[in-house]
Structures are given as C-alpha cells and as structure tokens.
C-alpha cells in the first residue's frame, strides 16, 4: 500500500508554559500542504524482522531509529500483527519544522490499519500516533487543526486559504528541537492564536508570531534573511514553521510567488 505522506506547516506557534513533564503547553495551527510529500510503501512480509529501505532525500538517521519502524514496531507490540517492508521515497526536506518524519510515521500506522484490516477508530489511530511525537497524530486527520498542550489536541479550525500561493525556502542550516526549546521565552499572549487569526491576513504579519524565531533567528540569522527575502518579494504573511529551518510566505497571486523560484522549488497554490 503506497500513502502519500504530506507535510504542514505551523500558522502561529504560541508557547505558553513548561509543563512539569518537561514538555511545553503550545497553541499553534497546522495546516496541511498536500503538494509536497513523501511516498510511504508498506506491504507485508514472511520475514523474521521488518525491512526498511529509503529512496529520495538521504536522511542521516539509522533505519533502528527511523519512527517509521518505531510505528510498525508499535503497530505489532499492540496487536500482533505481521511485519513489513516500508519503502520510503523522501521528498519532504527534513530538519524543517515541516513534519516529514512524522507524516511518515503516521502513514505507516494508516497503511498497517488497512493492510491487516484492524478497522481502528480515529480516536485510536490518533492516541496511537501520538505515541510517537507530538505533531504526529495531526496527520490522522490531516485538516486544519488548532493543536493544544503539546500538540496532540486537537480541534478543527476554519482556516481559509483558498486562492493563495505558498513559497517555502529551507535553508542549508538547520534547527534541532533541543536547540529551538532551549531558547524559547514561554509567554501567554494577550489574545488567543484563534483571535488573531479571525483578523485578516494582512494583519497577521505583526500579531501571529511564531516564539520560536527570536532566539533561533539570533543563532541563525540565514533563517531570519529568508524571511525577509519572503516579505521583501511580496508575502502578506511569512514566518518559520515549527521550529524551524524552513521558511514560508503566502502570496496573493502566482506571478508574485513565482519571483522567487530561483531560491526554491517549493511553490504550492493551496
């Protein structure tokens, strides 16, 4: 069973607290980008252990620590099921804030839910990719969500994007999640993300912040000059999507996105 395991991105990321599990609370909004993608295949196998192969972008991580394998692994600890192949063609630059490696996962948990007919609920699917990080279980329902405490709760939001264009550039550099906590400030905003986000686009630029790009854009500033660059070619909206090193911009026309196709290939009408 092939998936395509699409990306998102985050449309404001509030850090509101640290919690005493270590974690932080957040609100943020992510919203699904289906143009870009990575292919997950995932078929059964007589084998003694699951196999794992990669195509496309070369991840540095060792196959026993890549979440598509702790999926399955996870998938057969709870109910026994079979082991795998998982084919996956990377596509999705990793080390962006873009969810890739946890789109991968959850597509995996989906294709064995399918493959071995288990007929699980939402509700489980989710508790079970939320085993493996905490924006994984967004990819479960894969629509617009505001995702609260540490990013597993959900709640649907009517985000409209129609009609607007998105830039993402991913800079060389990239931005460890140990490295975007360990700088953020957490801070409770004056106005929820939700309120912000009923003002109108052209507003969000100074009130839908991510907290993460203070102190990454300091111990980065690459990552700070795309932003720029995104805002100077015309984007109502820019900003770092999780924590970082990926940068979008939304474009009111394709003409205006399309100027910066000499710094990216990643241009999507949403």
Not at 30 to 46: A, H, Q, S, T
């Amino acid at each position: 069973m092939k998936i395509k395991a699409n990306c998102k991105i985050n449309i404001g990321l509030d850090v509101l607290r640290r919690r005493e599990d270590g974690y932080h609370d957040l609100s943020t909004v992510m919203f699904p980008i289906v143009g870009l993608y990575d292919v997950v295949e995932v078929v059964p196998n007589n084998a003694a252990e699951n196999k794992y192969h990669s195509l496309g972008l070369v991840v540095d991580c060792p196959a026993e620590q890549n979440l598509c394998i702790k999926a399955a692994q996870l998938m057969q600890q709870r109910y026994g099921v079979g082991k795998v192949d998982i084919t996956l063609d990377k596509r999705v630059p990793f080390g962006a804030g873009l969810g890739g490696g946890s789109a991968d996962a959850t597509a995996v948990i989906l294709a064995m839910n399918n493959i071995f007919s288990l007929s699980l609920d939402e509700s489980t699917l989710i508790t079970l990719a939320s085993e493996l990080g905490s924006d994984t279980a967004f990819f479960v329902r894969n629509t617009p969500q505001l995702c609260e405490g540490r990013g597993d709760v959900m709640t649907p939001v009517d985000l409209k994007l129609e009609g607007l264009w998105l830039v993402l550039i991913k800079p060389d550099e990239g931005v460890s999640t140990r490295e975007a906590y360990a700088g953020v400030r957490p801070a409770i905003p004056t106005r929820s993300l939700v309120e912000r986000l009923s003002d109108p686009i052209e507003q969000w630029q100074g009130s839908v912040k991510n907290d993460f790009e203070s102190s990454v854009f300091a111990a980065h500033p690459i990552i700070k000059e795309v932003k720029q660059l995104l805002l100077d070619a015309g984007a109502v909206y820019a900003s770092m999507s999780g924590s970082g090193s990926a940068v979008f911009g939304l474009f009111s026309s394709k003409d205006r996105a399309e100027r910066l196709r000499s710094f990216t290939n990643y241009i999507y009408e949403l």
